[in-house]
């Protein structure tokens, strides 16, 4: 076999081959393990040519004068454990070790290796190599160094109510914070390495008894045929695998929240985890998952149901407000009272340009605004928006560049689009406007019909993962409305939602037993 | 999982989506024209007789499962007659999209834009269409769903006329006849055209049969009640004189509303029902893209939709003049009356006669 066997699955047979043929000396079926421990070290540091924070630690045991070798990548080790899990227990029975009480003392996490193709993985994965005299096994144990930030709230998802935790860049921290609420058994973990260079890992976590096996199977199968040098973050992975990357909507939920990951685990979606990064992917979602957030689940039920209307509301308004406004004034003015018709006029008299342009300047402005505040520190960030939103906003129409009107409608629109509690989908909101707004130019209403058309045809033949999009609209599921446009009491939530196809449907949310009234 | 097949259920919206269209707007004009105010009887009337369209299309495509009247009917006329009646049917749904097309643009130039050259409006909806088509059944099946509530808006557009209603206008009742209200009901029935989509979406359809059959009457019923309400509501709207100077009367009806916020309800009414005709539009055109990718035997119709959709919106901007306009919608509707009503049941007949049948493959 060769020296850079792993066991994973995404590097196909032939494409072993490829890999091994650039370290042709390693690559050899019969491999000899070396006799000396010297040679034993060459070999393994072979393949990080001459790195310097690769260290080699000698350790001369007193009683017998054996020499015990220590090799690990300095800068992703901690040092501390080392000291204490390996080096003490070394130096206090030195006097009577053979390899019994060797496996035995050293650390919980000492494992026997016998396999030297996967030293150079091991190492990478910020364990600590122990070869002892014997060629023939050396022994791995695993020191990470910690340096993870708190699990503070994620500042694009902050909620009132609820939890107050957030994914870190830690994988094994954000599966605990998982596992941490759902405390089930049946919850699987299963990772992969993507990239050929990076050695990114990837975990897929979902509910054994809930999450359909085709959906698992399916995205096991997508995230195994990614071949890349490079997989850095989850947009690549996103990109990777989603089913249609030319659509402008976000196919998979990406949050930060570990009790709205959870959450969606329990109604049988599968979540992926990527190793230095806070942000979780899950899926397969549909439309209206981007538009629950941990809150109305906190809030009383019609107070949440209230909240979910205001948000589907938004989407509307942040859409077709400004088409609706510019279509109203340049082709069916008719439409509205009389008494606004003289306002409207007034207010458009002495605005040299078209309607459209107006919007499209007000609309950029407010994107460069924004995108300008994203970039800066909080601090000159509420100038800029002060700077941006007031004086910009007051003198454009003091200078009789834009209308007032065009101004509180571009104002309603961008606050109704950030409104959304998913960053993608606010994106997307934002940026399917500006072709309404050209249609609302040419053709009036009938432009925006027609652009809505296609934009809700869009969504009813968009899939994530092989489940509609648009569910349960479209096709449409009554009883998965409890969800979506309402969010119902937990004691009427009895089943999960249908479109997912999870292998337990019922919820069993089984309350209220003692109130004999109902 | 095959991604083609629609439910029974989803065939309703198919069926009462393709069925309501242009026609809303001008179907009591039409009518009164013919069996004055009676003319809601007719339309009734032709609501029966479709029905035994439709259950001739349902016969006939019970005899040949999950099958296109495209893959029927060389089976019925043998090898090379088939190929020529294809080609028919293909061009008869056409020219039905085509019809539909013409008068959509009518309605809009006269109301909406009337300085727009009628291609921009003909091609926009054309194009709308290629797009539609381009996709599944089931993800049509799926919109015509999601639209459907719209037809509900309508409705209560429409429902606000009672305000303003005098029921004395609708009397006395069959004075005209009952050969007046047959002759009318020759146009009414091809207001209703639309059933005839079964033909190849009965196809895709699961279920059992009765239930096929069900789901198509029942739709034809809700479109025939729907149309008949809103004739039947204009006809005691407008007095009888003063229906014959308002070619479209459900708009100049609207025309008249106006609430504290929306002071021209028509236009409202309008966008909507371009979604209506839309969608009509798009059921026809799936179903000559079928005969389309049948005729050329293609592995897909996606590749002809872009071609069917220009030639499609060419041939619509040709009548120039509103005679042309009138003369096109006449032989149009003459060929859907042989073929979309009559010839159903000649073809079921054939069949029987010749006993040619098919049994259901199940597929995996």
Same mark, same amino acid.
């Given at each position: 076999?060769?020296?850079?066997?792993?066991?994973?699955?995404?590097?196909?047979?032939?494409?072993?081959?490829?890999?091994?043929?650039?370290?042709?000396?390693?690559?050899?079926?019969?491999?000899?393990?070396?006799?000396?421990?010297?040679?034993?070290?060459?070999?393994?540091?072979?393949?990080?040519?001459?790195?310097?924070?690769?260290?080699?630690?000698?350790?001369?045991?007193?009683?017998?004068?054996?020499?015990?070798?220590?090799?690990?990548?300095?800068?992703?080790?901690?040092?501390?454990?080392?000291?204490?899990?390996?080096?003490?227990?070394?130096?206090?029975?030195?006097?009577?070790?053979?390899?019994?009480?060797?496996?035995?003392?050293?650390?919980?996490?000492?494992?026997?290796?016998?396999?030297?193709?996967?030293?150079?993985?091991?190492?990478?994965?910020?364990?600590?190599?122990?070869?002892?005299?014997?060629?023939?096994?050396?022994?791995?144990?695993?020191?990470?160094?910690?340096?993870?930030?708190?699990?503070?709230?994620?500042?694009?998802?902050?909620?009132?109510?609820?939890?107050?935790?957030?994914?870190?860049?830690?994988?094994?921290?954000?599966?605990?914070?998982?596992?941490?609420?759902?405390?089930?058994?049946?919850?699987?973990?299963?990772?992969?390495?993507?990239?050929?260079?990076?050695?990114?890992?990837?975990?897929?976590?979902?509910?054994?008894?809930?999450?359909?096996?085709?959906?698992?199977? *399916?995205?096991?199968?997508?995230?195994?045929?990614?071949?890349?040098?490079?997989?850095?973050?989850?947009?690549?992975?996103?990109?990777?695998?989603?089913?249609?990357?030319?659509?402008?909507?976000?196919?998979?939920?990406?949050?930060?929240?570990?009790?709205?990951?959870?959450?969606?685990?329990?109604?049988?979606?599968?979540?992926?985890?990527?190793?230095?990064?806070?942000?979780?992917?899950?899926?397969?979602?549909?439309?209206?998952?981007?538009?629950?957030?941990?809150?109305?689940?906190?809030?009383?039920?019609?107070?949440?149901?209230?909240?979910?209307?205001?948000?589907?509301?938004?989407?509307?308004?942040?859409?077709?407000?400004?088409?609706?406004?510019?279509?109203?004034?340049?082709?069916?003015?008719?439409?509205?009272?009389?008494?606004?018709?003289?306002?409207?006029?007034?207010?458009?008299?002495?605005?040299?340009?078209?309607?459209?342009?107006?919007?499209?300047?007000?609309?950029?402005?407010?994107?460069?605004?924004?995108?300008?505040?994203?970039?800066?520190?909080?601090?000159?960030?509420?100038?800029?928006?002060?700077?941006?939103?007031?004086?910009?906003?007051?003198?454009?129409?003091?200078?009789?560049?834009?209308?007032?009107?065009?101004?509180?409608?571009?104002?309603?629109?961008?606050?109704?689009?950030?409104?959304?509690?998913?960053? *993608?989908?606010?994106?997307?909101?934002?940026?399917?406007?500006?072709?309404?707004?050209?249609?609302?130019?040419?053709?009036?209403?009938?432009?925006?019909?027609?652009?809505?058309?296609?934009?809700?045809?869009?969504?009813?033949?968009?899939?994530?993962?092989?489940?509609?999009?648009?569910?349960?609209?479209?096709?449409?599921?009554?009883?998965?409305?409890?969800?979506?446009?309402?969010?119902?009491?937990?004691?009427?939530?009895?089943?999960?939602?249908?479109?997912?196809?999870?292998?337990?449907?019922?919820?069993?949310?089984?309350?209220?037993?003692?109130?004999?009234?109902? | 999982?095959?991604?083609?097949?629609?439910?029974?259920?989803?065939?309703?919206?198919?069926?009462?989506?393709?069925?309501?269209?242009?026609?809303?707007?001008?179907?009591?004009?039409?009518?009164?024209?013919?069996?004055?105010?009676?003319?809601?009887?007719?339309?009734?009337?032709?609501?029966?007789?479709?029905?035994?369209?439709?259950?001739?299309?349902?016969?006939?495509?019970?005899?040949?499962?999950?099958?296109?009247?495209?893959?029927?009917?060389?089976?019925? %006329?043998?090898?090379?007659?088939?190929?020529?009646?294809?080609?028919?049917?293909?061009?008869?749904?056409?020219?039905?999209?085509?019809?539909?097309?013409?008068?959509?643009?009518?309605?809009?130039?006269?109301?909406?834009?009337?300085?727009?050259?009628?291609?921009?409006?003909?091609?926009?909806?054309?194009?709308?269409?290629?797009?539609?088509?381009?996709?599944?059944?089931?993800?049509?099946?799926?919109?015509?769903?999601?639209?459907?509530?719209?037809?509900?808006?309508?409705?209560?557009?429409?429902?606000?006329?009672?305000?303003?209603?005098?029921?004395?206008?609708?009397?006395?009742?069959?004075?005209?006849?009952?050969?007046?209200?047959?002759?009318?009901?020759?146009?009414?029935?091809?207001?209703?055209?639309?059933?005839?989509?079964?033909?190849?979406?009965?196809?895709?359809?699961?279920?059992?049969?009765?239930?096929?059959?069900?789901?198509?009457?029942?739709?034809?019923?809700?479109?025939?009640?729907?149309?008949?309400?809103?004739?039947?509501?204009?006809?005691?709207?407008?007095?009888?004189?003063?229906?014959?100077?308002?070619?479209?009367?459900?708009?100049?009806?609207?025309?008249?509303?106006?609430?504290?916020?929306?002071?021209?309800?028509?236009?409202?009414?309008?966008?909507?029902?371009?979604?209506?005709?839309?969608?009509?539009?798009?059921?026809?055109?799936?179903?000559?893209?079928?005969?389309?990718?049948?005729?050329?035997?293609?592995?897909?119709?996606?590749?002809?939709?872009?071609?069917?959709?220009?030639?499609?919106?060419?041939?619509?901007?040709?009548?120039?003049?509103?005679?042309?306009?009138?003369?096109?919608?006449?032989?149009?509707? %003459?060929?859907?009356?042989?073929?979309?009503?009559?010839?159903?049941?000649?073809?079921?007949?054939?069949?029987?006669?010749?006993?040619?049948?098919?049994?259901?493959?199940?597929?995996?």
């Amino acid at each position: 076999m060769t020296f850079f066997k792993k066991p994973k699955k995404l590097i196909k047979e032939n494409d072993q081959n490829k890999v091994s043929d650039t370290s042709c000396e390693l690559e050899s079926n019969v491999y000899e393990p070396p006799q000396t421990i010297e040679d034993l070290l060459k070999k393994v540091r072979e393949p990080f040519s001459s790195t310097e924070d690769l260290r080699t630690h000698w350790v001369e045991l007193a009683s017998d004068k054996r020499k015990i070798a220590l090799l690990f990548i300095d800068s992703i080790v901690d040092k501390q454990i080392i000291q204490q899990q390996i080096l003490n227990p070394l130096f206090e029975m030195s006097k009577e070790i053979d390899t019994i009480s060797f496996e035995k003392v050293i650390s919980l996490d000492l494992k026997k290796q016998t396999d030297f193709t996967k030293s150079q993985e091991l190492l990478l994965l910020s364990n600590t190599l122990i070869f002892t005299d014997d060629p023939s096994c050396y022994y791995s144990v695993v020191t990470p160094e910690k340096v993870d930030r708190d699990f503070t709230e994620p500042e694009n998802e902050k909620v009132i109510r609820g939890s107050h935790e957030g994914f870190i860049e830690n994988i094994s921290s954000n599966v605990a914070l998982i596992r941490k609420r759902l405390k089930s058994p049946k919850l699987l973990v299963k990772y992969f390495k993507l990239g050929k260079e990076t050695h990114t890992v990837v975990a897929m976590i979902y509910v054994e008894n809930l999450a359909n096996p085709s959906h698992v199977k *399916e995205v096991e199968k997508r995230l195994t045929s990614i071949e890349a040098d490079a997989v850095m973050t989850p947009g690549n992975v996103e990109e990777s695998i989603e089913d249609k990357p030319f659509s402008p909507f976000p196919q998979m939920l990406s949050t930060e929240r570990p009790d709205r990951v959870a959450a969606n685990l329990m109604e049988g979606r599968i979540a992926l985890v990527y190793d230095s990064s806070p942000t979780v992917n899950v899926v397969p979602v549909d439309f209206f998952v981007f538009y629950q957030s941990p809150d109305d689940y906190n809030t009383r039920w019609i107070l949440g149901s209230f909240f979910r209307f205001i948000r589907l509301f938004s989407f509307f308004i942040a859409i077709s407000l400004p088409s609706f406004y510019i279509a109203i004034v340049s082709f069916h003015f008719e439409v509205i009272p009389s008494a606004l018709v003289l306002l409207m006029k007034s207010s458009l008299e002495n605005i040299p340009y078209p309607p459209l342009f107006e919007a499209m300047l007000m609309e950029l402005t407010i994107e460069l605004i924004r995108e300008a505040s994203v970039r800066l520190h909080t601090k000159i960030g509420s100038t800029i928006a002060i700077v941006g939103g007031l004086v910009i906003g007051d003198s454009i129409v003091k200078a009789g560049l834009v209308s007032n009107l065009m101004i509180i409608v571009v104002a309603v629109t961008a606050i109704a689009a950030y409104i959304v509690p998913s960053n *993608e989908m606010s994106g997307a909101i934002r940026l399917l406007r500006f072709p309404l707004m050209l249609a609302a130019a040419t053709l009036g209403f009938l432009g925006i019909v027609f652009c809505f058309m296609i934009l809700f045809f869009h969504l009813c033949r968009l899939y994530s993962f092989g489940t509609p999009y648009f569910a349960p609209i479209a096709p449409f599921h009554f009883s998965d409305l409890k969800d979506t446009f309402f969010r119902m009491p937990f004691w009427k939530m009895n089943t999960r939602p249908k479109n997912i196809r999870p292998i337990k449907e019922s919820q069993d949310n089984q309350t209220r037993k003692w109130d004999t009234d109902e | 999982m095959n991604k083609h097949t629609i439910t029974y259920r989803q065939l309703f919206f198919v069926i009462v989506q393709t069925q309501i269209g242009v026609g809303i707007l001008s179907l009591p004009f039409s009518l009164f024209t013919i069996a004055k105010i009676d003319g809601w009887m007719s339309l009734l009337l032709a609501g029966i007789f479709v029905q035994f369209s439709i259950l001739a299309i349902w016969k006939l495509c019970e005899r040949f499962p999950q099958q296109t009247i495209f893959d029927i009917l060389p089976k019925i %006329m043998g090898g090379k007659l088939g190929v020529v009646f294809n080609f028919l049917y293909t061009l008869h749904f056409l020219f039905i999209t085509v019809l539909i097309l013409i008068l959509y643009n009518n309605i809009v130039s006269k109301w909406i834009f009337f300085q727009t050259p009628g291609w921009v409006i003909i091609f926009t909806l054309a194009m709308v269409g290629v797009y539609f088509i381009s996709s599944t059944p089931r993800e049509l099946a799926r919109f015509f769903m999601l639209v459907t509530p719209l037809l509900l808006v309508l409705f209560f557009f429409i429902l606000y006329a009672y305000t303003d209603v005098h029921f004395l206008y609708i009397l006395p009742m069959g004075e005209t006849g009952f050969l007046t209200i047959l002759k009318g009901s020759k146009d009414a029935v091809i207001s209703l055209l639309g059933f005839d989509a079964a033909l190849v979406f009965l196809a895709y359809t699961n279920g059992t049969s009765t239930k096929k059959l069900k789901v198509i009457s029942f739709a034809s019923l809700c479109v025939t009640l729907f149309y008949c309400f809103i004739i039947f509501t204009t006809y005691i709207f407008f007095n009888p004189m003063e229906i014959v100077i308002v070619p479209e009367p459900v708009l100049y009806m609207l025309k008249a509303f106006s609430f504290k916020i929306i002071e021209r309800t028509d236009l409202i009414f309008l966008s909507l029902w371009v979604v209506s005709v839309a969608t009509s539009f798009i059921g026809y055109l799936f179903v000559t893209v079928k005969g389309v990718q049948k005729i050329l035997s293609l592995k897909h119709h996606k590749k002809a939709a872009p071609y069917l959709g220009i030639v499609v919106g060419i041939i619509a901007t040709i009548p120039s003049s509103k005679l042309e306009t009138l003369m096109w919608s006449k032989y149009i509707g %003459m060929t859907s009356l042989i073929l979309s009503v009559f010839s159903p049941i000649l073809l079921l007949l054939l069949a029987a006669i010749r006993n040619k049948k098919e049994k259901e493959v199940i597929s995996s």
